[in-house]
């Protein structure tokens, strides 16, 4: 007699995701899992939204990256909390070491947990962490055939941020075609086109985030 064993490879982090997530809607924290390739400019968009949100929301950064905390430095300075994971060479996140990050955090009073993922556009979009939505980050830099190249991360997203539009001027970026690609893949992706450099077009984030964060609540 033959005994069939099965059990998802990802079934343990689907475990840890879904306590992660009733912890959150819990706690009404409104958690966001922010991913983008390497220098896409997340961590300076935390940078400016800690600075502009400071007397609105109370949040906590959990940054991760293959190895140093020089991110987790930099949103310190900002005055926010942040936990920086090192993967020592794993591209993504995990939900385990999620769990493990926020019990470093002072959650009382706390609104916003940001997630800023290991820079990859491929392996985080398999991992669920429990957060409550997804936000992808694709600068400008980085050419308008990504939605096309990688299109599970724009699929799974709620909101995308299309940084550096200082820039789009001088490189060939078509905007159009950006949104178009994505809203092929994601009818309902919100989209926001700001540059974190400049401020140009973060109020929208910011209101956005103030929003959503109210919502958790009701």
């Not at 940078?47 to 930099?74: C, H, P, S, W």
């Not at 985080?124 to 599970?152: I, M, Q």
């Not at 700001?194 to 910011?206: E, H, L, P, Q």
Request: hydrophobic share 40%.
């Amino acid at each position: 007699m033959k005994i069939k064993i099965e059990q998802k490879i990802l079934a343990k982090n689907e475990d840890y995701a879904l306590a992660n997530r009733k912890y959150f809607k819990r706690n009404n924290i409104f958690c966001i899992n922010m991913i983008s390739s390497p220098g896409s400019g997340k961590t300076t968009i935390l940078e400016q939204t800690a600075k502009a949100m400071k007397d609105k929301l109370n949040i906590a950064v959990i940054e991760g990256d293959l190895y140093t905390e020089f991110d987790a430095d930099r949103i310190r300075k900002t005055g926010l909390q942040a936990v920086q994971i090192e993967t020592k060479g794993a591209c993504h996140l995990t939900a385990e070491q999620i769990t493990k990050a926020v019990h470093k955090l002072d959650t009382a009073n706390l609104n916003v947990i940001v997630i800023e993922n290991v820079g990859n556009l491929v392996c985080p979009s398999d991992f669920d962490l429990g957060e409550l939505v997804r936000v992808v980050v694709l600068s400008t830099a980085e050419g308008d055939d990504k939605c096309a190249k990688y299109p599970k991360s724009f699929v799974q997203a709620d909101v995308m941020l299309i940084n550096k539009i200082d820039l789009a001027q001088h490189l060939d970026f078509n905007i159009a075609k950006v949104k178009r690609d994505a809203r092929k893949l994601n009818k309902d992706l919100k989209i926001f086109e700001i540059s974190a450099k400049t401020s140009y077009g973060m109020n929208k984030w910011f209101n956005w985030l103030t929003l959503a964060t109210k919502a958790l609540k009701h």
